[in-house]
Nanobody, 116 residues
Framework: QVQLVESGGGLVQAGGSLRLSCVDSGRTFSRTAMSWFRQAPGKAREFVATISYSGNSPSYAESVKGRFTISRDKAKATAYLQMDNLKPEDTAVYYC?????????WGQGTQVTVSS
């Protein structure tokens, strides 16, 4: 069964850090890119970061560049999003995303709340 399961969200003060995890429980995406998106209340879902299947060439939204780091551990079939120097505007539900063939998969989301 194809499933992306996120964890690691929570409440943190501005300037703090969190690390999100996304487990590819079905080991479906070992040969595809994995990405993170986020959706703040009342706003559209937006791209945050992506990483290739090889783990090379990460790419970031301008708003998080220099503060967030995406990585993946193929042995654990897990992608990570290390978030440092968090800001209140980073508050959102964060979703893991991957594509297999012509199908787009999303995780259930994990809430990140940054207090000022």
């Amino acid at each position: 069964q194809v499933q992306l399961v996120e964890s690691g969200g929570g409440l943190v003060q501005a300037g703090g850090s969190l690390r999100l995890s996304c487990v590819d429980s079905g080991r479906t995406f070992s040969r595809t890119a994995m990405s993170w998106f986020r959706q703040a209340p009342g706003k559209a879902r937006e791209f945050v970061a992506t990483i290739s299947y090889s783990g090379n060439s990460p790419s970031y939204a301008e708003s998080v560049k220099g503060r967030f780091t995406i990585s993946r551990d193929k042995a654990k079939a897990t992608a990570y999003l290390q978030m440092d120097n968090l800001k209140p505007e980073d508050t959102a539900v964060y979703y893991c995303h991957a594509i297999s063939g012509s199908t787009v998969y999303w995780g259930q989301g994990t809430q990140v709340t940054v207090s000022s």
